[in-house]
């Protein structure tokens, strides 16, 4: 079983190095779905920017629907014969 020691660092990382980290991932080709999956672990993990959950803060808000306007989902199958 892990314990907490003094002393231990602890991961904390800026907004800035967060939204940098996401857009290296967009800019790979992921798409939306695996940045939510990126948000939704840094959320996990408890890591707050300007005391709001990285999930719920208003830069990483933002930029998820840039994402999401920029890489729509495609349909998985397309209609034959059309």
């Keep these: ?5 003094s ?3 602890i991961i904390s990382p800026t907004k800035e190095a967060a939204i940098e ?3 290296s991932q967009f800019n790979k080709g992921l798409g939306l ?5 990126a948000r939704e672990a840094l959320s996990v993990l408890g890591i707050n920017f300007d ?5 719920n803060h208003l830069l990483v808000i933002r930029y998820m629907k840039e994402v999401f306007a920029a890489r729509r989902s495609q349909p998985l ?5 059309a």
């Design 1 to 5: 079983m892990l314990s907490w020691k």
């Design 7 to 9: 002393g231990t660092k």
């Design 21 to 23: 980290y996401f857009t």
């Design 33 to 37: 779905e695996s940045s939510s999956l």
């Design 51 to 55: 005391g709001f959950c990285v999930g």
């Design 77 to 81: 199958y397309s209609k034959c014969g």
